[in-house]
């Protein structure tokens, strides 16, 4: 510790720390431009010059490291007289028309210039001009003249999003910001750039011109879109969702927002919005008053239940619904006398359920992440998936943390990769198995037989220091998860680490604890739907976007007599339904979310519904009480919170820990035909994402296309960006094909949830390619 | 020796004539009476009347929608919504002014950057029905396109003051 002394104060601090921070941490702001505390230091600006005893000139704050005994004077005549020269120096080239900048009222030049600068110009000759940039659909560089070039948006790049889109090109006074070669900024955490920038030369896009500032009410609320469980502030006016924007949190988000977090909610005042009560009747939509339409629903599963049996009704919901909403469908399926409620729609091996101890969850909280030393990531899409998991694991990897993967696919993460085994889906389980061999074998000494790279990443895992084995989406929705599991969990054993899965969305967590799983004697989502069933009630559900096997869920539900859809928009299931319920999104409705670490945050609507949308937990519960079920009487969210988890250790009732067999067994990779791999594209994955507008505008929205190894197309006889076709039971669809050499042999990459591949199969399994 | 004394300036009516003084005085006096409509008061060039939206030389309304006349209203009278138009500059799409809650402060016209909104010397003005005094964009345009050149007069004149 250090000893210094800013304005009369004594501080001490750590060593190697700068004079900026240490005046942060004493409460003392210094002002500043390109100084952020989660980027490197560029000292560009100047903006935080302090005067230092013995120091001939004032020195930038921000890169003067403390020495003992120093003085530093934040408000001396020295330190404000060169504060005042920077911030003439630069306001010099920046326009000074704020009534039309997008930034105004929010914007740390003005707050700077009134605090810091002088009352009025000095300078009239002519500004810079810097042309605007196009770089996508997100980020607005119209207004490049505003740049004061302090950097912070290519830091970012190159430090966070692990990757430099935006760069300075020439020098001196013409010096600017642009993407490479006109490029487009993709990268899933470009939305942070507008955070960063001071002025307001990097705005968002979808919400140029659109309000100020201080138009804005701001409410608190919780990502629905991914299993971190970010925190938002929802910027309101008139009773709409304006723009939502990081609430900072170390622990969770840090102050960054993925852009499916910032630009989903352009998706919430869609065009699709379903606003009343809809009931097909003779092959014809009517809008219909609550009461018709719960009634109408309520006399459907009545009939049904007492007609074909309760256990004729199935229920799904996304991962994606609140605590509240998954808890009173179960409660209300189980009401009606049926076991069949289920949650997790992606998965397909579900041969875990019954023996495991408790709600799998992340196995440790997320800002452990940060600490670990060696992790093993097995089966995910990790930028795709979870954007700010993956920065975490960045910044870990970039402090000496070895990165391992074990995966079908060999996407760039954008960080070093210790090691890597790129297997087809069918060896995913062998691929591990030879790490816990290899393991195994390390442990007592004996000749390894297991792959090379295999007893790489199981040298890397037992070097000891914090070590954690992560399963992605890909593992969990693998037809072999819980072998996956078993292994994961022996790994972890073996190195003294832990394990735990990522998450698909914002409640996977929480849907165990509401019980939104069936029973020993109820139906999984993949069973309901490969049996049908009479009776479907859908929460949030797009059948043919959200389930392992679109062909068969659009089949079962076509075939029910009865499909009750209760969704936010009205979308394909208009084909299908038979009563359709407007429900409100996450920011119309209060609710729970439980994060992959097990965190309950509760959350109250930002708006109020649109329409005649109501929240889902409302809807449920007055179905309830047509139905006359006992239990039905919450009259806040709140209350059905405090009923299904009030109460509860939520600690201790996460676990990965299953009970199946110690030994799992390894089945032999079966050669035939070409294997399907399939992620769910980073804005494809719910409602609200697949209908914002921007976000599908970005080029990770296109059409997905058929990913095959080079030689694999050589042999079909395409070249890259032919058509194909590929076929999976009684679907077809035409699409382009892509090489991808990193890709194993025998594996056809499509993706699943789009609509373009919604008349395909099994998200795993075999598939034909064929020439269009 | 009181009462003898109020005797006397009753009888004599001496309060009447002292009355009627002030009375004379006044009828032959120069008359301050404005025989309004006829005539009308004088009025500065700061008079704070009806609102009106200007326009630059070239027809370019001039008003960017900075808001800023909106947050400054102490009376909550002004509503601006705002969008990006063709060109990509920033510009209004509803401007009104209800003037049912103007208190003709004059804070819109001292805070707008680019003297778009303004107060003018027309004072006399009326609606016959609710709702007739809420004035639209193109009511506000209106007005300042009938007396730009009073207002620009006014401008210029005050602009030594600002």
Known sequence: MINIEIDGKRIETENGST??????????????????????????????????????????????????????????????????GVMEFLLVNHPLDCPICDQGGECMLQDMSVGYGGGASRYHEEKRTVLAKDIGPLVSAEEMSRCINCTRCVRFGQEVAGQMELGQAFRGEHAEIMSFVSGTVDSELSGNMIDLCPVGALTSKPFRYKARSWELSRRRSVSAHDSLGSGLAVHTKNNHVLRVTPIENEEINECWLSDKD???????????????????????????????????????????????????IGALATANSTLEELYLLQKLMRGLGSDNVDFRLRQADFSADGKQ??????????????????????????????????????????????????????????????????????????????????LDAEKNGKAQTASAEAVAIAKSLSGGGCVAVLLGNF???????????????????????????????????????????????????????????????????????????????????????????????????????????????????????????????????????????????????????????????????EAVRDEAIGGMDIAAQLSNASQATDQPAIPTPQSSGMQRVSDVPI?????????????????????????????????????DGDMVRVVQGLGGVTLAVAADDKLPQGVVRVANGHAATAVLGAMFGTISVERA | MANIFNFFKSFLLLELLKGMAVTGKHLFSHKITVEYPEEKTPQSFRFRGLHAQRRYASGEERCIGCKLCEA????????????????????TTQYDIDLTKCIFCGFCEESCPVDAIVETRVFEYHGEKRGDLYYTKPMLLAVGDKHEAQIAKDRAADAKYR
């Open chain 1, 683 to 719: 804005y494809a994955t719910d409602a609200v994402v697949r209908r914002s507008a921007p976000l599908q505008a970005t080029a990770d929205a296109a059409v997905p296309r058929v990913w095959m190894h080079g030689s694999e197309l050589q042999k079909l006889g395409v070249k």
């Open chain 1, 357 to 438: 101890q408790g709600a799998p969850w992340l196995g440790m909280p997320i800002a452990d992440i940060s600490r670990l030393d060696s992790v093993l990531i097995v089966g995910s899409f990790l930028r795709k998936d979870h954007p700010l998991f993956a920065s975490r694991i960045r910044q870990a990897v970039k402090k000496g943390a070895q990165a391992n993967i074990i995966h079908s696919v060999d996407d760039d993460l954008l960080m070093k990769v210790a090691n890597k085994a790129i297997v087809a889906p069918d060896a995913l389980v062998t691929a591990l198995s030879q790490v816990a061999q290899a």
């Open chain 2, 72 to 91: 400054v209203c102490p009376a909550m009278a002004i509503k601006i919504e705002v969008a990006e138009r063709g060109d990509g500059s920033r510009r």
């Open chain 1, 262 to 312: 910032r630009f989903a909610c352009e998706g919430l005042n869609s065009p699709e919005r379903l606003t009343k009560p809809m009931i097909k009747q003779d092959g014809k939509w009517q809008e219909v008053e609550w009461q018709t339409a719960l009634e109408y629903a309520a006399n459907g599963l009545r009939h049904i239940a007492s007609g074909a049996g309760a256990e004729q």
């Open chain 1, 475 to 637: 593992a969990q929705q693998h037809p072999q998860a819980a072998q996956l599991q078993a292994l994961a969990q022996q790994i972890a054993a073996a190195t003294n680490g832990k394990f735990g899965f990522l998450g698909e969305a914002a409640n996977s967590v929480g849907g165990y604890l509401a019980q939104a799983t069936p029973g020993s004697k109820g139906m999984n989502a993949a069973a309901m739907l490969a049996a049908p069933r009479k009776a479907y009630v859908l929460l949030n559900v797009e059948a043919e976007l959200d389930t392992a096997n679109p062909q068969q869920a659009l089949a079962a539900m076509q075939a029910a007599d009865m499909v009750i859809a209760m969704s936010a928009y009205r979308h394909h299931a208009t084909n299908y339904a038979d009563v359709l319920l407007p429900i409100a999104p996450y920011t119309e409705t209060s609710g729970t979310f439980v994060s992959a670490e097990g965190r309950v945050q509760s959350f109250k609507g930002a708006v109020k519904p649109l329409g005649e949308a109501r929240p889902a937990w409302k809807v449920l519960r007055v179905l309830g009480n047509l139905l006359k079920l006992s239990g039905f009487d919450q009259d806040t969210s």
């Open chain 1, 19 to 84: 004079v900026i921070e240490a005046a942060h941490q004493a409460g003392i702001s210094i002002p500043h431009f390109c100084y952020h505390k989660k980027l490197s230091i560029a000292a560009s600006c100047r903006m935080c010059l302090v005067q230092v005893e013995k120091a001939p000139k004032p020195l930038p704050a921000c890169a003067t490291p403390v020495t003992e005994g120093m003085k530093v004077f934040t408000h001396s005549e020295q330190a404000v007289k060169a504060q005042k």
